[in-house]
Each structure stands twice: as C-alpha cells, then as structure tokens.
C-alpha cells in the first residue's frame, strides 16, 4: 500500500489498516492513555428524544484524542528510527499527543505549527514535551507547517509522524471505537465523529466495517474547511483554494491519501455519511457546552455535538427518538481570550446580531430620534463608531444591533425602512464582514 500525503516523503511498505491493528493498538496504548468517560448528557438528549453520550476525549492527559494516534506510531520505531528523531505539524492537539510521546519514550521531536495555533497550544506542547521537544512556527495554515515538516524530514532523516495521514496514526486514533463498545455495553446506533483529514474517521471505520457495521457513522466537519467533502466529489484528495481556519484542530486543506479511500468506500457503501457544520453553530454548541454543561470544548472539540445542537437552529444530523448515540468530544484546549469571538460569532449565525451602515445627520438630536424611533424595546446598540468625521451634512457611523430574539429583525428592518435616516444593511456574506468578526 502506499499513501502519503501531497508533499511527504512516500513509503514503500506501509503497515495494514485492519480492525485487528486496531486492537493491537488498544493493547500497545494501554497504560499511556486515559479510558475517558462516556457520560449521558441531557441537554442533547432532550433535543434530539435519543440517548445522547459524550465521548470525553478532551480529558486525555493532552486533552484531546490525538494522543492515541502519535503514541501508537512513536512507539513501534526502531532504534535507528528514535536515534534520529521524529518531526510533525500540528495545529495544536497532534503535536500535544507527539510532545507527550516524545517525553515518555526519550525521542527528540521537532513540531511545526502554523501561526494561526492559539499561544495555549503552543505552550501546552513546550510543557507536555520538556526538554525533547522544539517548536518550530512557520506558514499560516496547518497545510503550509505539513510542508515545511516534510521537507525537513527528508534533510534530516527524521521520521515524519503524519497528524492524520499514515496507517498507525489512523488506528490508534480508532482505538476509540472498541473503548465506547465496552463502554456502552453494546454498539451505539449512532456515531458522530469530528472530521478535519480523516484520521479518526477512518480509524473508526476500519474498526466499525467489521465490528458494528449497522452502526450509522456521520463525519462532521468545518463548513469552512470542508476538504474530506471536496475529495469525495473530486474522485481524490484536492487542496481547497482557501479555508477558515476558525476551528484550527480540523482546518485542514487537503484529506489525507490514506483517510480518503476508507471514507471514500464507507459513504459508496452506505456506512457513513458527512454533513458540514456552520462555524457559528459551533460556537453556539461551544457557548452551550460550557454555560449548560460546564465543559471546556475547543471548536473542533465542539464539532461533532454542534450537528446535534448548536442553538436554536435545528439539527443537521437528524436522529431518531430513543436510538443510542454517541458524540465523541475530541478536545479541550481552549484559548480563553477566543471567548469574544466564540460570542460574536454565535450571536451573528443565531440571527442575534446584525451590522448597519447608517448616515446620520449631523444635527444635534439625530442619534436620539434613531434609538427612539428604531431600536426595540429589547435591541441594544453593541457598537457604535463614526467611519469618518466631517463637517459635512451627513456621518456614516457602522452600528452593531444586538436583539432579545432573532424573530425581532423583521421589526427592526421595518423600522429602518420607515426611518428618514438612510441604511444599509452589512451582508454576512460581504468580504466587510471579515473585519467585524
């Protein structure tokens, strides 16, 4: 079998991906990683009318699932292979789970991280590795730092640990599967997998297609980096033209060449399904987890229960009532300071928060006739701020309208309508709206 990535060195003989490998993974991992919890929650419960579990990866020792999969490939190089070192990119998690590894077994490690990696993560990954880790932050895309790693890898003859794309990664990720199973008692009816290369995924599946093959499995990933999506409709793996890189622990560009077939023959076979998920339902899902249940979710942590909940809206995954479903909550690092944006972006996708141009006349009066006549009795002005200052009879001013309920903009649009004041509505689709939020 072969299957790098686009842009890795390519190996010749890679190990089998098998439900047994698997298993043997789950042996190999026993004793380094967490048997985290499985808990009921009720919030997505009563939503759906199913019995909804969480799958707590995020309190792994590196709080996130990745951990699984760098240990089993770390852990079976030889001595040639630990002497010389091992080079990753990560977005963040990955290189928590190979700095972790590396500390444990006495290998050296170099990581590459694009610049987007929140500073927690970074940090993190400095004090999970210690002394055997360096840091190396390059390119602004987790895409770009898989370059840089890979072509330091061939100079240095280090091994490359993919985050995603190599068969011993894949099933230690899917070593997931079987711990829900015991878990539960059973297979669950429905399993809902964070999708960013296909790693997980297609660990899951490999375990699944022999084990659980009625078990339903939805991949979901970033609306805005939806690349496992763009693959299955190409007919291979395809670099996407550009990416949100808001949920940075899935903002992949390309699907891995290894990932892409098993997930690519599970969908042809009706054994699973991929939808796409709002980044701002995610924040809402984040926001919900964290206010309702009390857990730390980071976005992609939040990626697989936001097509469960994520707000008022409804669900992209529909379920049926009284089936048994499993969401497997992938991680929890976190930057607190994301916390404004997570709001921002929540209140825009629930309808809450809306942007104006507005051409004030320059008369004394003007804003107190528009808070009067136009805002309602639950609207709030969250920004405020003049475009340009003249002297001239009319100031553009930009104005952030908060409403009580997202069923109170058909009122506030009438208003500004009937208002002599002339508006313009700032379209969440406009190229403007990336300096709002």
Known sequence: MRGARHGEPMTTALPVVSAAAVEAAAARLAGVVRTTGLQRN????????AQVWLKREDLQPVRSYKLRGAY??????????RAAGVICASAGNHGQGVAFACRRLG???RIFVPSTTPRQKRDRMLALGGDAVELVVTGDTYDEAAGAAAVEATVTGATLVPAFDDPRTLVGQGTVVPEIAAQLGRVPDLLVVPVGGGGMLAGCLTWMAEHAPS??????????AACLAAALSAGEPVALPAIDSFVDGAAVRRAGDVTYPIARDAVAAGLAELVQVPEGKICTEMLDLYQIDGIIAEPAGALAAAALGGGDREE?????AGSSVVVILSGGNNDVSRYSEIVERSLVYEGRKHYFLVNFPQEPGALRRFLDEVLGPDDDIALFEYVKRSNREIGPALVGIELGRPSDLGGLLQRLEESP?????????????????
Do not use: H, K, M, W
């Open 42 to 49: 009720e919030r997505l419960s009563e939503r759906t009318g």
């Open 72 to 81: 089993n490939l770390i852990a079976q190089l030889d001595a040639g292979q």
């Open 107 to 109: 290998i050296r490690a």
């Open 215 to 224: 078990t339903r499995v939805v991949g979901a990933e970033p609306a805005g």
């Open 316 to 320: 992209i995954v529909q379920v049926e």
């Open 421 to 437: 004041i002339r508006v313009e509505r700032v379209d969440p689709d406009s190229p403007f709206y990336r300096f709002l939020v």
